[in-house]
């Protein structure tokens, strides 16, 4: 079976909700809706304080190249357009909207029925998706119409379809490829179209059996899909490892997938394109996780974007007593944060109450040298050095051990014996050393 | 034997000239040139090598004044004006004198006023929680108190005051280098000119948010009301984003706004105590009465009063 060759780490499962389907959440009373959701400029608002919206309506606009549009997840009246707290932890521009009824566009094809045939043509399928505001939502929140538009003088190859979901407890995708799998062939197809490659890889870790036998069975009524079942590893779900897992190419240091003919989506995203396609449908809602060793019901909602989390919270059997640390996203990469009344935005996969007795953090003990956090790390960095560089702020070594190459994926403070904080710092350093390089190109 | 003894004081005597000799040609040949005054220069400064000038210690300063005409923007704020006239008097030239500064905390939002949210269990330094999220209170912009600044501060003019959580300002060691200021991801540290007695008045909040908002986390914050800025008769205060901020250069110590402000956002120290008669006259209002510690808040017991008024 295959897999990454470098580092990777093997933290407990714990996919709770791995088989209890995707549950419709009804929207809430109220949702905040970040404009900043996706990487790259912040979109501008396009609606104003007391204008009436309905579902799908684009209410701020992608402002350049780098950015995407949002849409109205529910229908009623803009309240405000105010700084909320967003998932950052920080107060960021939000529109606020007061919900009436679910009044949606006209435009929006809302049956279910698998809509196969698609006569649009790669630039228009480029377009659809730009519009739809559709950005990845395995995390990275990138917007899916700039890695469609691949750079002049570089080709793609394959799709690299992302079914991996490493992250422990998080069963979105899970899922989703058990509920809408026909959906997300055909997702792949239009995306084949578009990147105008032959070749089509679905990668699935192999604690999905269910998953991978029924992809498998699906892909084989479609031209040039193939489902791909990968040892079980942590971070198999990052690009770059999933190329090196799936293709044996391993991407430059600083370059993109494109560069060795890969381009990777996840199947969230894959089934974002083909509503948006087929569907005319815009992203404005997703599948989010809501689990933990002490929530009731652990559970897989359909949630609309700006949906508070603690709506959802509340649908999976309330906050359990004993809650410690609530993260967005799963324990490795997840973010915690420190109100409930934050919104689910594009890049949330997940919610994860965590124990208080899990979630505390060990005391940080002097660095022993055992390198195994060199041992574990994915892209072959040495964190172990590039903790106290960080620290002592020396930059310009930083870059010159390509701490920029960090995927942030969490094994080196996962496997440290000595419980150091790591990631905290190489993150600390990364966003530095980015700075650096930009006041360096600026001048 | 004695031979033996004679022969290597003899070899080695030779080898040591022809060494010595070798040495002093090349000596000369690669002999690099420095100027002698920038020894003199930096034996005159205060050799703390603290980064306060903007260079990489005091000898790479000590080149720079050697190296500059007129001593534009080359100023030491540790040894002060006293340090810069014998400076100028080593090189012959006009010193260059600058206000004495001193470092100030912006932010008075200690325990009491300012209730933690949740908490927070990560990597205790105050960079690093700044790069995670806004903080473990409901102010996004108020003091982390992990004492980021106390690591660097080289001149122990900065403390942790266990009971508010701050970092307090020892005036008498601060040298106004400025570590504090880079240090702190949160940009709260101001240096302002230092004035008679160490006297101090300062808008003790860095909240943009909306005055509501941050009262309802912080009951010392700042809430941009202007009662500051209409009192002041030298307009030495300006209004930010729901903020007051008093100049430095400005001010004149008058006190008007001290009493006026609603939240006691703006802390007095190094003054004596106030008059009866200013307190009575400013009775609707809690007055502040000014002490020498800086750390101590004016008048707690107002505040908690006015927050139940508030409830």
Same mark, same amino acid.
Request: proline share 6%; glycine share 10%.
């Given at each position: ?7 990777? +780490?093997?933290? &407990? ?12 959440? @009804? ?14 400029? @912040?979109?501008?608002?396009? +609606? ?15 402002? /350049?190249?780098?950015?995407?549009? =949002? ?21 960021? &521009?939000? =529109? ?18 698998? *809509?196969?045939?698609? %006569? ?15 950005? /990845? ?12 538009? *691949? ?10 379809? %992302?079914?991996? $979901? ?16 026909? $959906? ?39 031209? /040039? ?26 991407? @430059? ?12 989506? %996840? ?5 974002? *394109? ?39 919270? $509340? ?14 996203? /799963? ?5 915690? *944060? ?76 996962? =496997?440290? @014996?000595?419980?150091? &904080? ?9 966003? %530095? ?11 | ?48 090598? !603290?980064?306060? !000038? ?258």
């Amino acid at each position: 079976m295959k897999t990454f060759s470098r580092g990777g +780490v093997h933290p &407990p499962e714990n996919k709770l909700s791995a088989t209890t389907g995707i549950q419709a959440l @009804p929207p809430p009373q109220s949702v905040k809706i970040p404009l900043s959701q996706h990487l790259g400029v @912040p979109a501008k608002p396009a +609606v104003n304080k007391g204008d009436m919206v309905r579902v799908g309506q684009i209410i701020a606009s992608g402002d /350049g190249f780098v950015s995407s549009n =949002i849409h109205s997840s529910v229908s009623g009246k803009v309240l405000k357009i105010d700084n909320e707290l967003d998932p950052t932890g920080y107060k960021r &521009p939000c =529109i606020v909207i007061e919900v009436s009824g679910d009044d949606w566009m006209e435009t929006i094809d809302q049956s279910t029925k698998l *809509v196969k045939e698609t %006569n649009s043509e790669p630039e228009s399928i480029i377009s659809k998706i730009r519009e739809a505001g559709i950005v /990845g939502l395995g995390g990275a929140t990138f917007p899916s119409h700039v890695k469609l538009s *691949v750079p002049r003088g570089k080709k793609a190859e394959y799709l690299i379809v %992302n079914g991996v $979901e490493c992250e422990p407890f998080l069963t979105a995708d899970h899922a989703l490829m058990l509920e809408k799998g026909e $959906e997300i062939m055909v997702g792949t197809q239009i995306l084949k179209k578009a990147l105008k490659v032959k070749k089509a890889l679905i990668g699935i870790e192999n604690n999905k059996q269910d998953a991978i036998r029924h992809m498998a069975d699906l892909a084989r009524n479609y031209d /040039g899909i193939e489902v791909f079942a990968l040892k079980v590893k942590y971070p198999q779900g990052g690009e770059k490892q999933l190329i090196k897992a799936l293709l044996d190419m391993e991407v @430059p240091s600083g370059g993109l997938p494109v560069d060795v003919g890969a381009v990777a989506f %996840n199947v969230g995203t894959v089934f974002a *394109v083909y509503e948006a396609v087929q569907k005319n449908k815009p992203l404005f809602e997703r599948v989010v996780t809501v689990t933990g060793t002490s929530v009731r019901n652990p559970s897989n909602f359909r949630a609309r974007i700006g949906t508070p989390i603690s709506a959802l919270i $509340e649908a999976s059997g309330g906050m359990p007593e004993d809650t410690g640390k609530i993260l967005l996203g /799963g324990p490795m990469m997840g973010k915690a *944060v420190g109100d409930i009344a934050i919104p689910v935005i594009k890049g949330t996969s997940g919610i994860l109450l965590m124990p208080g007795i899990e979630s505390k953090r060990r005391k940080i003990q002097p660095c022993i040298r055992c390198a195994k956090c060199i041992t574990v790390c994915p892209m072959g960095l040495e964190p172990y050095l590039l903790m106290p560089l960080s620290e002592k702020s020396m930059f310009d070594r930083l870059e010159e051990n390509k701490v920029l190459d960090c995927i942030e994926c969490g094994s080196c403070s996962y =496997i440290c @014996p000595a419980s150091r &904080p790591l990631l905290d710092y190489i993150r600390l350093g990364k966003a %530095n050393v980015s700075k650096l390089i930009r006041t360096r190109k600026s001048q | 034997m004695s031979t033996v003894v004679i022969y290597t004081i003899i070899t080695l005597i030779t080898l040591g000239a022809f060494a010595a000799m070798v040495l002093y040609f090349v000596a000369q040949k690669f002999k690099v040139f420095e100027d002698p005054r920038i020894d003199e220069v930096e034996a005159a400064l205060p050799g703390a090598n !603290c980064g306060g !000038c903007g260079f990489a210690g005091c000898r790479n300063f000590a080149e720079a004044l050697v190296r500059s005409e007129d001593f534009a923007d080359l100023f030491c704020p540790v040894g002060g004006n006293e340090t810069m006239a014998g400076v100028a008097k080593i090189l012959g030239r006009e010193p260059a004198t600058q206000d004495p500064l001193v470092a100030v905390l912006r932010c008075n939002g200690a325990c009491e006023f300012r209730p933690k949210t949740n908490n927070y269990d990560g990597t205790a330094t105050c960079t690093i929680e700044s790069a995670l999220y806004g903080g473990d209170t409901g102010c996004q912009y108020g003091c982390l108190g992990h004492g980021d600044c106390v690591e660097v501060c080289q001149f122990d003019a900065l403390h942790m005051d266990p009971v508010t959580g701050l970092p307090v300002v020892d005036d008498a060691k601060c040298t106004a280098c400025g570590a504090c200021v880079r240090a702190c991801p949160r940009n709260l540290f101001e240096l302002r000119k230092r004035q008679k007695k160490d006297r101090k008045i300062y808008v003790a909040c860095m909240n943009e948010d909306k005055g509501g908002l941050a009262r309802k986390y912080c009951a010392v914050a700042c809430t941009g009301c202007t009662l500051c800025f209409k009192v002041c008769p030298f307009e030495a205060i300006t209004m930010g984003t729901n903020l007051a901020f008093i100049d430095s250069e400005k001010c004149r110590l008058c006190r008007k706004c001290v009493p006026v402000c609603p939240t006691n956002a703006i802390i007095e120290t190094g003054f004596p105590p106030r008059k009866e008669q200013v307190q009575t006259e400013s009775s609707s209002v809690p007055s502040a009465e000014s002490t020498d510690n800086t750390a101590e808040p004016a008048g707690d017991k107002d505040i908690s009063k006015n927050l139940k008024k508030e409830e």
